[in-house]
């Protein structure tokens, strides 16, 4: 009985573990991330969070209202997503559209509680914040739809995951969008019709 006590034991500590892995990996990079974020702006270069890693820190994404805040890292491939949002496309002109990924159960599974007038917020490398404000939200078959990155206009914000948020199946063709607007002047934001599959979300 001792021996069946302490075998279950063993099992459900051992799945505790995995089970807090990806968020507790998640969480302690973002530190790691926040430091290489800080060298970067200082020297104004891309910095490693460590010396093996094939991404670094390109912006940090703040939720006000839902007092979020979380480094973006440069490309969406999965090791990447591990770690934090990733972004696809844009940052470097501070006007042009800007899509991030990121996944539904760590850094993303906030996105969830935005709504229309929420405001977002994107900080670049020279530590200017962009405004951006929450236009819409929806749910995107990623098998019928794609995002047509070439007709977005300039000053969206496009934040992607995957969808349902509690869904134990990861990688379902269901993608939750965010589309935010720049809050300065700029050319009038058509709205997007296409979304397509970000892989590894």
Known sequence: MNR???LLLTSSATLLVFGLWIPL????AQELLAMAWAESQARQVDTRPW???DTWP???LALPGLNESMIV???THGESLAFGPGLLTGGEDRQAAVIIAGHRDTHFRALRNLRS???LQLQGRDGQWQHYQVWATRVVDSRV???DTRNL???TLLLVTCYPFDSIDAGGPLRYVVEARLETPASPARRVEQIDTVAGL
């Open 153 to 155: 206009a300039d000053g």
């Open 51 to 53: 010396p093996w890693a």
């Open 73 to 75: 890292l440069a490309g």
């Open 4 to 6: 069946l006590l302490a």
């Open 145 to 147: 739809a794609m995002i």
């Open 58 to 60: 390109v912006a940090r």
């Open 117 to 119: 007038g929420s405001p």
């Open 25 to 28: 990996k998640a969480v302690l």
